[in-house]
């Protein structure tokens, strides 16, 4: 399994960007995908999360202004980010919980993270 993350890059502050994260491989089931993000020397920290049924939870900061989707056809999870500020500036990895079969285990994966830079 894999997660492909796409979509960051350079934005002036107030701008937009919307990052993807595709999950490739024999997947049965995901159940949580969700966001999150390392600024260089902080820890990571979550952005937000959305469940199989659409519920989402988001961290203080980026309510009002970021927005997770997700298209489970295609196994992917989407973060429109609007109102862009320089400390969203980080390194944003995608998250999954996905099991292989029914009765299998669930596993939880990283995608490879995408640079959001805002400038002021």
């Known amino acids: 399994v894999q997660l492909q993350a796409s979509g960051g890059g350079l934005v002036q502050a107030g701008g937009s960007l919307r990052l993807s994260c595709a999950a490739s491989g024999s997947i049965f089931s995901i159940n949580v995908m969700g966001w999150y993000r390392q600024a260089p020397g902080k820890q990571r920290e979550l952005v937000g999360i959305?469940?199989?049924?659409?519920?989402?939870t988001y961290a203080d900061s980026v309510k009002g202004r970021f927005t997770i989707s997700r298209d489970n056809a295609k196994n992917t999870v989407y973060l429109q980010m609007n109102s862009l500020k320089p400390e969203d500036t980080a390194v944003y990895y995608c998250?999954?919980?996905?099991?292989?079969?029914?009765?299998?285990?669930?596993?939880?994966?990283w995608g490879q993270g995408t640079q959001v830079t805002v400038s002021s």
């Open positions: 998250n999954a919980d996905l099991k292989y079969s029914i009765l299998g285990p669930w596993y939880n994966y």
């Open positions: 959305i469940t199989s049924g659409g519920s989402t």
